[in-house]
């Protein structure tokens, strides 16, 4: 399985900005991370797709959200009120069975895509 992620850019703080991520075959749960300078990789959101719930870290909760077409075997994040901090490579994980409560841990997912730049501005 192959990951496509798509939707970084440079944009301002307090601006939104939706990443995707394509799977070229079928996966199970789906996730992001992200990568900031100088900074281990940390976990973002998750979505497990036999129950439909979402797991958010801490730091973005409230401002980010994530979603799933399974028909296009694609994972979104939405980003809103975007702020410096959240300056990083954004990664798209995935797996092919469940992985329980270790959805927030890097050495659960099989899967990881190129990463996608999101700079924000202040």
């Known amino acids: 399985v192959q990951l496509q992620a798509s939707g970084g850019g440079l944009v301002q703080a307090g601006d939104s900005l939706r990443l995707s991520c394509a799977a070229s075959?079928?996966?199970?749960?789906m996730a992001w991370f992200r990568q900031a300078p100088g900074k281990e990789r940390e976990f973002v959101v998750a979505v497990n797709p036999s129950n439909g719930r979402t797991y958010v870290a801490e730091r973005v909760k409230g401002r980010f959200t994530i979603s799933r077409d399974n028909a296009r075997n694609t994972v979104y994040l939405q980003m809103n009120s975007l702020k410096p901090e959240d300056t990083a490579v954004y990664f798209c994980?995935?797996?092919?069975?469940?992985?329980?409560?270790?959805?927030?841990?890097?050495?659960?997912?099989?899967?990881w895509g190129q990463g996608t730049q999101v700079t924000v501005s202040s």
């Open positions: 075959g079928r996966t199970y749960i």
């Open positions: 994980a995935a797996n092919s069975r469940d992985v329980g409560l270790g959805f927030a841990q890097e050495s659960r997912y099989d899967y």
